[in-house]
T-cell receptor, first 117, second 116 residues
């Protein structure tokens, strides 16, 4: 149980275009999802926290108008990279928070590799 | 503020050697959780262990063992008789219980290479 999927697993796009990445919790409901970015040979950096039905909370230094997050349902959050540039090329990982009785675990998706040419 | 430090950027060992990955953390909370994740070349994070701040018992799972010491704010990870398949980046992470939304703070990671 507690599986999180991401789609696509990799994407190549041209500079100036927008790309949407989906994050789904397959077998549980997630009121909270997180989006991370990981550059090569670096750690995961939290970009934003996404709560179902409300606006996402962005970390300092993350442009909310560039990285649009929508968490419209309890099983789906999307990250849209608008007007992508080569410096946005990165590995984007989402995670979903499972809330059970006394349990607050975070489950990670397999990641999406974005290359902007 | 919470912080996780993994001082070892890269470690290289020969198969069957034991290897310890260090993790030191900082937090002001008295209740917190510590994690280790493995990230193989495919990129997907693999959960290895979670420890809460009230449980200082060391844990062993097969070839993996963890040493949690609150006195030194460390949560080290040992792989016994390493294998080539253990090659990956390993991340230590911290979550404070008082932080809303289960926010995780990751260390910089340690690249482990196990050579045949």
């Amino acid at each position: 149980g507690a599986v999180v999927s991401q789609h696509p697993s990799w994407v190549i796009c041209k500079s100036g275009t927008s790309v949407k990445i989906e994050c789904r919790s397959l077998d549980f409901q997630a009121t909270t999802m997180f989006w991370y970015r990981q550059f090569p040979k670096q750690s995961l950096m939290l970009m934003a926290t996404s709560n179902e039905g409300s606006k996402a909370t962005y970390e300092q230094g993350v442009e909310k108008d560039k990285f649009l997050i929508n968490h419209a349902s309890l099983t789906l959050s999307t990250l849209t990279v608008t007007s992508a540039h080569p410096e946005d090329s990165s590995f984007y990982i989402c995670s979903a928070r499972f809330t059970g009785t006394g349990v607050y675990e975070q489950y990670f998706g397999p990641g999406t590799r974005l290359t902007v040419t | 503020a919470q912080k996780v430090t993994q001082a070892q950027t890269e470690i290289s060992v020969v198969e069957k050697e034991d290897v310890t990955l260090d993790c030191v953390y900082e937090t002001r909370d008295t209740t917190y959780y510590l994690f280790w994740y493995k990230q193989p070349p495919s990129g997907e994070l693999v959960f290895l262990i979670r420890r809460n701040s009230f449980d200082e018992q060391n844990e062993i799972s097969g070839r993996y063992s963890w040493n949690f010491q609150k006195s030194t704010s460390s949560f080290n990870f040992t792989i016994t008789a390493s294998q080539v398949v253990d090659s990956a980046v390993y991340f230590c992470a911290l979550r404070e219980a008082g932080t809303s939304g289960s926010r995780l703070t990751f260390g910089e990671g340690t690249q482990l290479t196990v050579n045949p």
